[in-house]
Structure formats: C-alpha cells, structure tokens
C-alpha cells in the first residue's frame, strides 16, 4: 500500500506571524461603533419599557380604587385584560432583548469576519507559513506580531461600513 502521510518537508514551518485576535477585535473601531449603537438602543429600550411601567401602575392602582364601584364580574374581566397586558410587555420585553443580543452577536461576528479576512491577506503579503494567535504563545519576538497592522487595515477597510444594530418597536402600547 501506498504511504499517505504528507511528507516531513511539506510540514515545515520558516515563517511565523501572531496576532492579538481578542484585543484587535476590542480595539477595533467597528466594534467600539458596535457598542455604542448597542448603548443607544438599549437606553432608547429601557426609556420605553420605563413609560409603559408608569402607564401599567397608574392603569393597576385605577383599577384598585374601581374596585368597589365594579361588579364582580366587570373588575374580574379588566383585570385579567390587565394581567394580559402586562403579559405581553414582559414577552416583548424579552423578545427585545434576545433581539438586541442576536443583533450585537451577528456585528460582532461579522468584524471577526472581517479581521481574519485582514489577518489571512497579511500572513499572505507576509509569506507567513503560519499565523497564531497570541493567546498561544508565551514569549516570541516582538517583529513576529502583526496585530497593529491587522488592526490598522481592519479600521480602514470598516471605516465607511454601514453598522446597525436596530430593533423592531414593542407591539404593548
């Protein structure tokens, strides 16, 4: 049978490159433009749901005083209304939530994306055999790492990058 394995000399690495991937990312413009869009809608989100909290207290403590003026049956049909309202303003509230999370997860994906793209293309002009991560690696030459021209072309390339984290209004009101 025919020996498979790739030979000693094809495994051979002369060139190596790393970059800081955790840092490159939490430096990155993008991602800095990513979390303050993030800080936007989740302040836009709390000052909403805020309103809505005030309207439903004023709306409970009204239906507290109709008490004694309702029959059984009318205070027992306005409050289960009541109850159904506040229902869908936690539902709504949680499903903007996980849609705030999904939105600022895909951004952040997409910018990861993105600086691999930045990082192979380097280790390619580079002639780099092999490109580790920082986190792997205790002591090396300072020459070896790359992650301030990776994060450099990975502002540049991002700068004019249309970046939105939106969220479709509650449906509570």
Do not use: C, H, W
């Amino acid at each position: 049978s025919e020996n498979t394995l790739v030979s000693p000399t094809k495994m051979e690495v002369s060139r190596i490159g790393l970059a800081d991937l955790n840092n490159i990312l939490r430096a990155a413009e993008a991602s800095v433009k990513v979390r303050e869009l993030l800080d936007v809608q989740r302040q836009k989100f709390q000052d909403e749901f805020s309103k809505v909290e005030t309207e439903l207290q004023q709306t409970e403590r009204d239906l507290m005083s109709k008490r004694e003026l309702l029959s059984a049956q009318e205070y027992d049909k306005q409050i289960k209304a009541f109850q159904a309202r506040v229902t869908r303003l936690q539902q709504d509230i949680q499903n903007r939530r996980q849609s705030l999370d999904n939105a600022y997860q895909k951004a952040q994906s997409d910018i990861r994306a993105e600086a691999v793209s930045v990082i192979t293309e380097i280790a390619s002009e580079l002639q780099l055999d092999l490109v580790l991560n920082r986190d792997s690696s205790l002591i090396f030459l300072p020459q070896l790492n790359i992650s301030d021209n990776v994060l450099r072309r990975l502002n540049e390339r991002t700068k004019n990058a249309r970046i939105e984290i939106e969220v479709q209004d509650s449906q509570s009101q």
